[in-house]
C-alpha cells in the first residue's frame, strides 16, 4: 500500500476523467491522497474531494506565487478550516522566485504568517521551495518552524539544505524528477535521507515519472517513484511502501 502525499486532483486537467483517475489510483494500491488546495479556487474544490471520499484528505494554504493575492479575511478562512476533520496540514506554502508574479517581500510576509498560524492550530507545514532555498531555510529558522515541522515538498535541492531541513522535524518528499535518468542530484539527496523522514509523491497533474515523462501525471504513478526509491536505497518496492506509508501517517497525524 502507497500513500500519495501530494496531488491535485481537482485540476482542471482531470475535468473529463477524475473519477477514473481516482479509480485507477485505488487500483494501483494508493491507500491514501493527501489532496493541495492552495488558493481562492482550489481551496473549495480540494475541500469537496475531501468530504466525498474517505481516502482524501486535504492541505489548505496560499501558495507564494498567489501571495500578492491573499487578503487578511483569506487568511481567517484557512484559519477556520483547520478545524475540519479531514484538514491535516498548511500548505503548499514557501517561496517561489522563479515566477515573478508576487513581489518576494510579499511572498515572505505570508509565508510567515502562516507558520505563525500552522503553529497556533498544532498542524504540520508543506513547503513549495522554487528556487529560494537560502531565504526558505531563514525564515523556518527565525519562525520556528522546527515545533510543528512538515513536508520539503518535491524536494530539489542540495544534500546541505536538506540536512537543515532535517534538523528542523521536516520530512523530505520526492516526486516524478528522481525517477529521470539525468537526476543525479535528487538520488544522491534521497540515498542520503534517513529512512524514516521519507516520503514520496506526484504533484500530479504535474511532474509526471518516467517513462511519462512530459505527459499529464497522475496519482497511481507513485507507484513508479517508489520503485525508484526502493533502487536507490537498496530496499524492496514493499519495505518501502510500507516505510513511507508509516511516514506519511505519523507526519500527518493520520490514524
Known sequence: MLIDTHTHLDSYKFDEDRTEVIERARAAGIEKLINIGFNRETIPTTMELAERYDFIYAVVGWHPVDSIDMLPEDLDW?????????????????????WDTSPKDVQQRVF???????????????IHNRDAHEDVVRILKEEGAAEVGGVMHCYSGSWETAKQCLDMNFYISFGGPVT???ARVPKEVLARVPLDRLLIETDSPYLAPHPYRGKRNE????????????EITGKSLE?????????????????
Open 78 to 98: 484557512i484559519a477556520s478550516l483547520c478545524e475540519h476533520k479531514k484538514v491535516v496540514a498548511i500548505g503548499e506554502i514557501g517561496l517561489d522566485y522563479h
Open 112 to 126: 510567515r504568517q502562516q507558520i505563525e498560524l500552522a503553529k497556533q492550530k498544532k498542524l504540520p507545514i508543506v
Open 180 to 182: 529521470f535518468q539525468n
Open 219 to 230: 496519482s497511481a504513478y507513485v507507484r513508479l517513484v517508489a520503485e525508484a526509491a526502493a
Open 239 to 255: 519495505e518501502i511502501s510500507k516505510i513511507t506509508t508509516e511516514n506519511a501517517l505519523r507526519c500527518f497525524n493520520i490514524r
